[in-house]
């Protein structure tokens, strides 16, 4: 039976992680994520599960990670300056096939920046901001409801693929406060890591068993294997040949990438007819509805793409929108980071017009709105 709750996006998010059965957490405390860290300073001891406030988010992610490889679900959270701090450790964690969960809440930047205030401008850090070849799995909810089912859609991916996910929120949505139904626990399907079938003795800890991700046992269940930040051969030991070296980096991306038609996650509105389309993502994907909303009721063919997953990027389902679209309009709060994207894949199909804000305050539905009308001429 769904249990309806007055929850603030960051409150969400907890009891998202919860419901997937996160058992570790550790974090340092940075606006406008903190209220994730103190909710799980306050659920996780009561559910035997393990919080750990740590000196810096250097060591929270590094906690993170060894948690992982000792069998518990584990997630942090943090904002810019955080996430930028976290980097190498999230190169580290892709390299060597641990799934964890990072929540960025993001805000104003560079730097410091505008610490109270929202802001997109994360998006390609979160894609690009680890050194190195690696894919990366990056979710951006735009209400309360989403930063619970897209957190336990966070663990469900990185146990899937062995791989960090990060679950891209920002700073309006994560203090918003809204009324939700949320699903009871049987509701809830959950994925947990791949086991090894053989034992310990014959166990080759990165062999390919067919579907890209090899079986992960836990620390402390007799299987003793090398984890290392080098690039590595099927036993987990380091290699530089160029005949194990290729075929492995290759292997990390392919385990995602095979499955793109299952991540194309998106929620459309309006497009059966539309010839203007928008694609946005996070809160001003909630603007945009709005404005979609009043453009159609002055008789303009508006539709709207909402973005649930932005790494991969969803091209496939961009691609059908751009062959029925004469415009694309994105608008984000940054200088262009998601229109970069929707700009590579478009090829020539389409026009695309963007709207950027960068003073680290929400794009409101009226401004998008203007830009439609502009757009009609």
Known sequence: MKKTELLQGNE??????????????????ITPSSEIAHRMAYELPRRCGIFIQAEDEIASLGAVIGASLAGAKSMTATSG???????????????????????????????????????????????????????????????????????????NLSEKYRTPVIVLSDEFIAHLREKVSLPSSDEIEL?????????????????????????????????????????????????????????????????????????????????????????????????????????????????????????????RKVTQLMESSTTILVPEMNMGQISREVKRVNQGRCHVETLNRVAHEPIMPQEIMHKIEEIYG
Request: charged letters at 20%.
């Open 12 to 29: 969400a998010c907890v009891k998202g992680a919860l419901a997937a059965d996160c058992r570790f957490f550790a974090a340092y405390p």
């Open 81 to 155: 300056p955080g996430f930028s701090l976290m980097q190498e450790h999230i190169s580290f964690a892709s390299i060597a096939e641990v799934p964890c969960v990072i929540v960025n809440v993001m805000r104003g930047g560079p730097s410091t920046g505008v610490p109270t205030h929202p802001s997109q401008g994360d998006v390609m850090q979160a894609r690009w901001g680890a050194h190195g070849d690696h894919p990366i799995i990056v979710l951006a909810p735009s209400s309360v409801a989403e930063c619970f089912s897209l957190t336990v859609e966070a663990f």
């Open 191 to 315: 994925v947990e890591r791949p086991k090894p079938a053989e034992p310990p003795e014959v166990f080759v800890p990165y062999r390919d068993p067919g579907t890209g991700v090899p079986p992960m046992p836990s620390f402390g269940e007799g299987y003793r294997y090398h984890v290392t930040g080098l690039c590595h051969d099927e036993r987990g030991y380091p290699t530089t040949r160029a005949d194990e070296v290729e075929p492995f980096i290759r292997r990390l991306f392919h385990k995602i990438s095979r499955d793109l038609d299952k991540l194309q996650w998106g929620e459309t509105y309006y497009t059966e007819d539309s010839t203007l389309n928008i694609i946005a993502f996070g809160s001003v994907a909630r603007a945009g509805l709005t404005a979609v909303k009043t453009a159609r009721a002055k008789g303009m063919k508006v539709g709207l793409l909402k973005l649930l997953i932005l790494f991969p990027f969803m091209r």
